[in-house]
């Protein structure tokens, strides 16, 4: 089974400042990665995802992910944070037609 | 076009009770995935429909059932509440089984005291 290891439980930030989630995965097959947020009181969103082709993915609301398959790692990142990016932000792999999550990491964005 | 919807959207139950939680997937969706959100953790995958039938099930006592609808909506069903069954209990839709995107409802905030 895959599994999905989020580093960072919480991360505060500045707002305009760089943010990284790190996120690292155990599987020994070609894995599908994904980055969702979850707003207060809010089912989750596809913030990105990884298939295949290139290792660099990014999304419309300027965040990043590097897939680097010889450090197992996924990590989230964004040059400038906004307010409105609060919130909590979860890594999964596809694990046969599922989706294995970590525990999460809950960014707190202030002025 | 509606996304998935979900109901109701808290419940609160004693222990021992039964609760049926309902989805009804996004348009044109014929797969409709659970999952589990305690508090504090990520969700975790009960099992998922297709063509009316269980296909994937994950690490869930048999006090979780569910069942689809031909109209491709979904109930979760749990029985027996425990304080444990406290969480928030995610309905997840995808256009085909296998099918990578998932959207997700709002979800139920199931309480059990």
């Known amino acids: 089974a895959q599994s999905v290891t989020q580093l960072d439980s919480q991360v505060p930030v500045f707002e305009e400042a760089p943010v990284e989630l790190r996120c690292n995965y155990s599987?020994?097959?070609?894995?599908?990665l994904f980055w969702y947020v979850q707003y207060p009181n809010q089912g989750l969103q596809l913030l990105l995802k990884?298939?295949?082709?290139?290792?660099l993915v990014e999304s419309i609301n300027g965040f990043e992910a590097e897939f680097n398959k010889s450090q197992t790692s996924f990590h989230l990142r964004k040059p400038s944070v906004h307010i409105s990016d609060t919130a909590e932000y979860f890594c999964?792999?596809?694990?046969?037609?599922?989706?294995?999550f970590g525990a999460g990491t809950t960014v707190t964005v202030r002025a | 076009d509606a996304g998935v919807t979900q109901s109701p959207t808290h419940l609160i139950k004693t222990r021992g009770q039964q609760v049926t939680l309902r989805c009804s997937p996004k348009?044109?969706?014929?797969?409709v995935s659970w999952y589990q959100q305690a508090l504090g953790q990520g969700p975790q995958f009960i099992f998922q429909?297709?063509?009316?039938?269980?296909?994937q099930r994950g690490n869930f006592p048999d006090r979780f059932s569910g069942h689809q609808f031909p109209n491709y909506s979904s109930e979760l069903n749990v029985n027996a509440l425990l304080l444990g069954d406290s969480a928030l209990y995610l309905c997840?839709?995808?256009?085909?089984?296998?099918?990578?995107?998932?959207?997700f409802g709002s979800g139920t905030q199931l309480s059990v005291l």
């Open positions: 348009s044109g969706h014929d797969t």
């Open positions: 990884y298939l295949s082709g290139s290792t």
């Open positions: 999964a792999v596809s694990d046969d037609y599922k989706l294995s």
């Open positions: 997840a839709s995808s256009l085909v089984q296998g099918d990578e995107k998932l959207f």
């Open positions: 429909y297709y063509e009316e039938e269980e296909r």
């Open positions: 599987s020994s097959v070609s894995v599908y």
